[in-house]
């Protein structure tokens, strides 16, 4: 029996049996962290030269001139100055990356509240066993999974984040025992010989017991390893339960899914006043009401939501349709959630899940690879099924409720806080479709990119309902580098813009053969913008930490960035982003500006995912309508057929 219990505890097992771990890698997680590239600082002349190849589809030819002027002025001048300053002080900061210090001051310091502006949604698939989808055994095992994850990276048992160009090669077995031992200083050169990049895995850490805290003019990131307990809001309620022990191992399946049943069958009626509305505010407003909170003695309340592994909000209703689904996970209603935690897990009646994250901390990258191994586990090795029974514990001396005291002045805060946010979730429209004419595999087949192909149809449809090209934004991971965060890629061009007129207003004028050189162009250009930006090319974040240094030395701010142009640029009407991954079902973000789209789309090998969130002064219904007519119209004519117009 000993020896067994000693397997177990070897393999990960605590004695109680549960999985302590999700893997033991034979590398460590962080193996590659000290020798990653570091981001480049591109060429001043190359920046602008791509600068101004964005700004070509934008403008007129005598705005173009004007801005092109401004450009070179810059580059020769105040440009060229903070140029060799910004390469001189990332020279003296080997440890992490020139975009990192400005992109947090970024986000901390916007007054802008969380909700529809930063945080984003992703939701999961649900599990393949439908009975496993009953709320509180998917609440139980996607928990348990979580807190495996966070044990596996935290003892360095999770398999580093590489993406592998040539899996057959380097993400074998062989290789990985192999390269554990090649020193953390030189790994990255070893998996780079093979076609293997390491991804940069700093932002991890700040998943778990995290929150972003509300401060005047900057808020602060907050962390702290040693709490131990989970926090789950059910009807606008806070309770807390350890699922960490003493020891340091997970609190047993059993006992978490018997204080989950506890929290779901309180009747607790909801609070008068929600304080989860106060994360919703206005950041400079909440700062104020929380310092009301802590001076009214919830410093320890308050201390339980903050250093809480993560949140678990238990919704009371079922998922009607992917819009409702959206509306939830985006949103929600405002009480059952605590916006500033690194995450949100949100699980519905009808046991539909997904994650609203909180933006500062860290990208899609890093809770991508959470979900994805959240859902792997918990739907291939369930800790708990429909048929376990929980175990026979006190639950109501192991949950606290979290009880808070509010004044006037707290409670009025509250009251407000409700209407702007009522206000804002009604003004917000999303609408989706699901294009099932092709996807990724018929665009491969054809030879163009279907990134590139899905952008290009955004540049066709806005054209179609609007008559005109706007500043677009599609994100893309420098997770190659130390500390990379994004750069943008500019899917606006003078390629689309030029096949975009063409399908939309010249139809007539052209074969089926030119439009299909068109589209080729697209594809070629677009996928150069693609590799440029994931390399660490792109002009916009460059561009930004000049910006940035100028302000920091109280430089008066060159009259490029009081261009007309510049700002025209950086007002993303059409904001974008895509994934693809088993674990997820769709993902979304409000707009980034009150008159624009936020579009978050996912091409599978037969069909194409797109959802579109808007305000009143745009019509989200009839954008994506011509979404469907472009992708249809481009679809046809890769296969040979002539369109209608």
Not at 142 to 171: C, I
Not at 230 to 241: A, D, E, T
Request: with cysteine; net charge positive.
């Amino acid at each position: 029996m000993a020896a067994r219990q000693l397997l177990l505890l070897r393999r990960g097992y605590s004695s109680a049996g549960a999985a302590e771990y999700l893997h033991r890698s034979i590398v460590p997680t962080m193996h590659y962290q000290k020798s990653l590239p570091r981001l480049p600082v591109p060429k001043l002349e190359d920046t602008i030269k791509r600068y101004l190849n964005a700004q070509k589809p934008l403008l007129n030819d005598d705005q173009f001139r004007k801005t092109e002027e401004l450009a070179h002025q810059f580059e020769k001048g105040i440009g060229r100055e903070l140029h060799e300053q910004l390469v001189a002080q990332d020279k003296r900061n080997k440890h992490t990356s020139y975009i990192t210090g400005p992109w947090f001051d970024m986000y901390l310091r916007s007054r802008d509240p969380v909700v529809l502006n930063f945080n984003a949604f992703m939701s999961f698939n649900p599990d393949p066993k439908s009975e496993y989808n009953d709320q509180l055994i998917r609440a139980t095992n996607m928990t348990v999974s979580a807190v495996r994850f966070m044990k596996t990276f935290r003892a360095g048992y999770l398999e580093p984040e590489v993406f592998h160009l040539n899996p057959e090669k380097s993400d074998t077995e062989t290789f990985k025992k192999i390269i554990r031992f090649v020193p953390s200083s030189l790994s990255w050169f070893g998996a780079y010989m093979v076609n293997a990049y390491p991804l940069d895995m700093s932002q991890y850490f700040r998943l778990f017991n995290s929150t972003r805290l509300p401060k005047l003019n900057r808020d602060e990131l907050f962390t702290d390893e040693k709490a131990k307990h989970l926090l789950v809001m059910r009807k606008g309620n806070f309770y807390v339960f350890d699922v960490i022990d003493r020891d340091g191992n997970m609190v047993k399946p059993s006992e978490i899914q018997a204080h989950l049943k506890y929290i779901l069958s309180d009747n607790s009626p909801a609070p008068d006043f929600p304080l989860g509305y106060l994360t919703s505010e206005n950041r400079d407003t909440w700062a104020l009401l929380r310092k009301n909170l802590l001076d009214s003695g919830n410093e320890e309340a308050l201390q339980k939501v903050d250093t809480a592994l993560f949140c678990l909000s238990l919704d009371d209703f079922p998922i009607k349709d992917f819009v409702h689904l959206s509306h939830t996970m985006l949103h929600g209603d405002g009480a059952n959630r605590w916006y500033d935690k690194s995450f949100n897990l949100i699980i519905a009646k009808d046991g539909t899940a997904g994650i609203n994250f909180e933006h500062s901390w860290g990208d899609g990258v890093a809770v991508l690879r959470f979900q994805n191994e959240v859902f792997k586990d918990s739907t291939k090795v369930p800790a708990v099924s429909p048929q376990s029974q929980p175990a026979s514990v006190d639950s109501s001396r192991a949950v606290q409720k979290l009880e808070f005291k509010l004044n006037d002045a707290l409670k009025a805060g509250i009251t407000k806080a409700k209407q702007k946010f009522d206000a804002s979730v009604e003004s917000l429209s999303i609408n989706m479709i699901q294009f099932h004419e092709g996807g990724k595999e018929l665009l491969k087949q054809k030879k163009v990119s279907p990134d590139a192909v899905v952008q290009l149809a955004f540049q066709m449809a806005f054209l179609r309902q609007y008559n005109q090209t706007v500043a677009t934004y599609e994100s893309c991971s420098t997770a190659a580098f130390k500390h990379g965060r994004t750069e943008t890629i500019r899917p606006a061009s003078i390629h689309t813009k030029k096949c975009s007129e063409a399908f939309v207003r010249e139809l007539s004028k052209h074969s089926t053969e030119e439009l299909q050189k068109l589209i080729v162009e697209c594809s070629k250009y677009h996928g150069r913008l693609t590799k440029e930006a994931a390399m660490g090319q792109g002009f916009d974040r460059h561009l930004f930490g000049l910006r940035y240094l100028a302000l920091s030395k109280g430089i008066a701010l060159p009259d490029f960035y009081q261009d007309q142009a510049y700002a025209r640029l950086n007002y993303n009407i059409i904001s974008t982003s895509t994934l693809v991954s088993p674990a997820v079902q769709l993902g979304g973000f409000g707009p980034v500006v009150p008159d624009g789209y936020g579009v978050g789309y996912q091409v599978h090998d037969g069909w194409i995912g797109c959802n579109v969130s808007s305000y009143p002064t745009r019509n989200g219904k009839e954008f994506l309508q011509c979404i469907h007519k472009s992708l249809d119209d481009i679809f046809n004519v890769l296969k040979g057929k002539k369109v209608d117009s």
